[in-house]
Structure formats: structure tokens, C-alpha cells
């Protein structure tokens, strides 16, 4: 039996989202075979889409964003050119993927793979900083932006024998993010990149350090921090992104998933070895 694929198309789009999830749901929403499911693809009458839960956004998060971008509207009408800001995120690393997709000739054997548990991987968190690159007047690059990249973890002596280690060896431990050690990765080391990897241009001006409202995270008036800012001579400010609002920050947007692409194409199998890998 033939079908109208302009008809089959229109029937499918009355049919729930839910039943039409893959070929075969979609075929039986249908009462038709897989078969002309493909060919009315293969038209193009059919497409396949792909969505993403999006945070919710309340009516004062909108209004939060409207005034947010409003601020970076200079007089003249252009944007402000974000050369004052820095933008700071944590991340998970992970030692390994659990499925791994590659291209392979007609005669290689499929690789084998194993892991203990799956669902127990071994992970990092990092806090990464980033600033926007600077160019001269040639548009050569003479600063590529980036601060630095930090573990939450700490190098401790391994307490019992191992098949891998003996006692006493030195191994990374994990430790949760909470306020004081995410205050202390601030004081520690991103106060002192930016003094150390920021232009002097920058730093002659007022810094603005960009967050998330992560519960984690310490306000912007934090005497302890504003106490270590005041020791370093430099106009530093911290501020907060709007609530829900990802796509504000450089490193949601798209930093996060090109370090996380360069990291898995290097084999990994440990967290010693994932935080070397990370920070190469």
C-alpha cells in the first residue's frame, strides 16, 4: 500500500510527542511499517529534532537578564566590549566515558572495554577562569585569556596497600565545594593568576570577576575576600550572573565542552592522571 507522505506528515503531527520518539513509535502512533516511515524521511516531509530542557525562568529571572544586557549598553548604543571581565565556573571531570563512539576500517575488531562499576566512575571537579583574548592592532593574539584551571582536591598519602600503590604514596582525594573551599580556591589561586596572567592594561583598571548563583559560591561582599582583594592593590569586583542564565557565562556557553573534548580524546585512568590532562 502506498502512502501520501504530505498526509502521513500532517497524521503525525497530530500524534503526542511521547509516541513518536524513534521509528518504530512512530510507525505503530501510525499503524504504518518502519518502512515508509523511512521513505517519508527520506522526502524530507519527516525530520528528526532533537530538544533540551531549558531552565525555568520566572518572571523576575526575565526581568533580572532585561537589566543585566541593559547594562552592558553603552550611550552610543554598542555593547561593551567585556575587556574587564572575568568568568569563573566549576566543572565535572571524568576519568572515563562510559560509551565512546569512533570511526573504524571494515577490518579492524571492535575494541574491548571494562570498567568496575558504571555507574561509579571516578570524577574531578575544576574551577576554571577565563577572560576575553586580547589582539593587537596586526590581529595577532598577544593574550590567549586564559587565568588558570584548578582541582577541588589535595594531594594526601595513601593510607592501606594497594595492587597499584604501596602505603605512604601520594594521591589526589577529592573534597566537597563548599563556601570556605570555594573562597579558599579564590584567595589561593585565582587572586593570584590574575595578578600573575591578566595584562597590565587590565589590571590598571577595575577587574569585575563574573559567578553563578550556585549555593556554593560566596557573596559578592564577602569581607574575607574583600580582605584579600585589598592586599593585592588591584580594583577587584565580584558580581553574580542572573539566576538560570547559563548562556550568560563563556564557560557554560561553550569553553566547557571544547576542554571537555580535547580532554577525552587523551586516555585517562586515574584522577592523577585526568588532573594532568586537564591542566595540559
Known amino acids: 500500500v502506498k502512502y501520501d507522505t504530505v498526509a502521513l506528515a500532517e497524521t503525525l503531527a497530530e500524534q503526542p510527542f511521547e509516541t513518536r520518539q524513534t521509528v518504530r513509535s512512530a510507525a505503530a502512533s501510525l499503524s504504518v511499517s518502519t518502512t515508509t516511515v523511512v521513505k517519508a524521511i527520506r522526502s524530507g516531509k519527516v525530520k528528526m529534532n532533537s530538544i533540551t530542557a531549558k531552565p525555568v525562568l520566572s518572571d523576575s529571572n526575565k526581568d533580572f537578564r532585561f537589566h543585566f544586557c541593559c547594562e552592558e549598553v553603552l550611550p552610543n548604543g554598542l555593547f561593551h566590549d567585556m575587556d574587564d571581565r572575568i568568568h569563573i ?14 570511526y573504524m576500517s571494515e577490518n579492524e575488531g571492535r575494541p574491548h572495554k571494562t570498567t568496575r562499576h558504571k555507574f561509579h566512575v571516578e570524577k574531578v571537579m575544576f574551577l576554571c577562569a577565563v577572560a576575553r583574548p586580547r589582539y593587537n592592532g596586526f590581529n595577532d593574539n598577544v593574550w590567549n585569556g586564559k587565568i588558570g584551571i584548578w582541582p577541588f582536591a589535595r594531594q594526601v598519602p595513601a593510607q592501606n596497600n594497594s595492587a597499584n600503590r604501596p602505603t605512604g604514596t601520594m594521591e589526589w582525594k577529592t573534597y566537597p565545594v563548599v563556601k570556605i573551599a570555594y573562597r579558599n580556591m579564590l584567595i589561593d589561586n585565582v587572586l593570584p593568576a590574575i ?31 574583600l580582605d584579600a582583594v585589598a592586599l593585592t592593590n588591584l580594583d577587584i569586583q565580584l558580581y553574580c550572573q542572573p539566576p538560570n542564565s547559563p548562556d550568560l557565562n563563556v564557560l557554560d556557553l561553550g569553553f566547557f565542552k ?18 594532568n590532562v586537564v591542566n595540559y
Open 195 to 225: 595578578i600573575n596572567n591578566c595584562p597590565l592594561e587590565m589590571k590598571m583598571g577595575t577587574v569585575r570577576i563574573q559567578q553563578d548563583n550556585a549555593p556554593s559560591h560566596i557573596k559578592t561582599d564577602d569581607q574575607v575576600f
Open 258 to 275: 571544547s576542554l571537555q573534548t580535547m580532554q577525552e580524546r587523551r586516555t585517562t585512568r586515574n584522577k592523577m592522571q585526568l588532573i
Open 89 to 102: 565556573d566549576e566543572k565535572w571531570f571524568y576519568v572515563d566515558k562510559i560509551t565512546r563512539h569512533f
